[in-house]
């Protein structure tokens, strides 16, 4: 099992950036490692944002290509989460998550065993 804890959440006006970290208690490697973002808006469901392999393969969700950014630092065992362009609806509890092995499916939740309390992100219009 590993610890997760997020950072980086806040308020930001739409167009705004900000950059979510993940520190794990352990190193999280190899090419089956996972390590994703999930995000939940308030009353709606989980939602996969970005998935990172220990190899540095990424994978996006739709509504967030070309606007966020999945990388990792294995040197400081953390994840971040680059968010550029940002829009209301980005608006969620973020929450980093890790498992190992994954061979697909690397946004679904079920496929995650270790989650961080999350971080909140407000977008205003």
């Known amino acids: 099992q590993v610890q997760l804890v997020e950072s980086g959440g806040g308020s930001v006006q739409a167009g705004g950036s900000l950059r979510l970290s993940c520190v794990a208690s352990?190193?999280?490697?190899?090419?089956?490692?996972?390590m994703a973002w999930f995000r939940q808006p308030p009353g709606k469901e989980r939602e996969g944002v970005a998935a990172i392999s220990g190899l540095g393969n990424a994978a996006y969700g739709d509504s967030v290509k070309g606007r966020f950014t999945i990388s990792r630092d294995a040197t400081k065992n953390t994840l971040y989460l680059q968010m550029n362009s940002l829009k209301p609806e980005d608006t969620a509890l973020y929450s980093c998550?890790?498992?190992?092995?994954?061979?697909?499916?690397?946004?679904?939740?079920?496929?995650?065993?270790?989650w961080g309390q999350g971080t909140q992100v407000t977008v205003s219009s």
């Open positions: 352990r190193l999280i490697g190899g090419p089956t490692a996972y």
């Open positions: 998550a890790a498992a190992a092995p994954i061979y697909s499916d690397y946004l679904s939740a079920y496929k995650y065993n270790d």
